[in-house]
T-cell receptor
Framework: RKEVEQDPGPFNVPEGATVAFNCTYS??????FFWYRQDCRKEPKLLMS???SGNEDGRFTAQLNRASQYISLLIRDSKLSDSATYLC??????????????FGTGTLLAVQP | DTAVSQTPKYLVTQMGNDKSIKCEQN?????MYWYKQDSKKFLKIMFS???????INETVPNRFSPKSPDKAHLNLHINSLELGDSAVYFC????????????FGQGTRLTVV
């Protein structure tokens, strides 16, 4: 079983739609959680961190459920420019030795005009 | 003034050759990484260095030898290249502190023929 699991998609949605991505992680001692975005043939970039209390950044809302080891990302009012692969990322507890990121396989989103 | 830069961007080489990929970061980060993204787009950590010291070696074949001459540089040398080494290799850097953002280079697309 992979440490971080995501539905690979693709998710094909029309502009203006609301879409939700889910992610589960296996290591209950994981410390930090993120969503990264990767455009085609580009490097991954941080979209947002995920906090237990939930957090929002414009049209994007992220949620963390530590008890269920589950992370979600909600995108409202989808834009064509949101088309990308969304990577769920977890940082395990290495006792402060490193800030290693563990990536999920990514979920491909294609927003259609 | 690119934050994390790696060279070359593309590398096509024959099986059995030895090649190197260079990476430099100007962000003052303590930690640098090499990640491999395979044909299924799965990003997996290979190595993590803190201040020139190897912290993580994720069961990578010993044909892969990272070298960090200083904390701003992390190079990757690959001996006796195999077809299965074809992938995109990403260098990244971050502060040591867990939960901080990692910045990625643009990637090196390695094709072994």
């Amino acid at each position: 079983r992979k440490e971080v699991e995501q539905d690979p998609g693709p998710f094909n949605v029309p502009e203006g739609a609301t879409v939700a991505f889910n992610c589960t992680y296996s290591n209950s001692a994981s410390q930090s959680f993120f969503w990264y975005r990767q455009d085609c043939r580009k490097e991954p970039k941080l979209l947002m961190s995920v906090y237990s209390s939930g957090n929002e950044d414009g049209r994007f809302t992220a949620q963390l459920n530590r008890a269920s080891q589950y992370i979600s990302l909600l995108i409202r009012d989808s834009k064509l420019s949101d088309s990308a692969t969304y990577l769920c990322v977890v940082t395990p507890n290495y006792g402060g030795a490193t800030n290693k990121l563990i990536f999920g396989t990514g979920t491909l989103l294609a927003v259609q005009p | 003034d690119t934050a994390v830069s790696q060279t070359p961007k593309y590398l096509v080489t024959q099986m059995g050759n030895d090649k190197s990929i260079k990476c430099e970061q100007n962000l003052g980060h303590d930690t640098m990484y090499w990640y491999k993204q395979d044909s299924k787009k799965f990003l997996k950590i290979m190595f993590s260095y803190n201040n020139k010291e190897l912290i993580i070696n994720e069961t990578v074949p010993n044909r892969f030898s990272p070298k960090s001459p200083d904390k701003a540089h992390l190079n990757l040398h690959i001996n006796s290249l195999e077809l299965g080494d074809s992938a995109v290799y990403f260098c990244a850097s971050s502060p040591l502190q867990v939960g901080t953002e990692a910045f990625f280079g643009q990637g090196t697309r390695l094709t072994v023929v």
